[in-house]
Nanobody
């Protein structure tokens, strides 16, 4: 059973940083896409940072490009999202998502995941 466990959210002031972690269990092959999505109040869930595990190609939404970095520790089967220069509009529930059937980070961020972790709240105060 695929399980994704997200952690690391919290309250931070504008301009601050946070690092989210997503521990993945229940699957062993490493040719897939995994990434981070967020849902702001009253808005649809959007893909913000995604990673292809077979070649480490990343994809970022325009709203976070240059501020967020997605990375992974293959030995720990964990994906991270380093968020810097946070803004109030980054506030939302952040979800870890994966698609074990495809490896495109672009496709994952734009089409959505098939497996989801629970969300973690990120609140950025102005």
């Amino acid at each position: 059973e695929v399980q994704l466990q997200a952690s690391g959210g919290g309250l931070v002031q504008a301009g601050g940083s946070l690092r989210l972690s997503c521990a993945a269990t229940g699957f062993t092959f490493d040719d897939y896409a995994i990434g981070w999505f967020r849902q702001a109040p009253g808005k649809e869930r959007e893909g913000v940072s995604c990673l292809s595990t077979n070649n480490d190609i990343t994809h970022y939404s325009d709203s976070v490009k240059g501020r967020f970095t997605v990375s992974r520790d293959a030995a720990k089967n964990t994906v991270y999202l380093q968020m810097t220069d946070l803004r109030p509009e980054d506030t939302g529930v952040y979800y870890c998502g994966a698609d074990l059937g495809h490896s495109s980070s672009y496709a994952l961020c734009n089409r959505g995941a098939k497996d989801w972790g629970q969300g973690t709240q990120v609140t950025v105060s102005s």
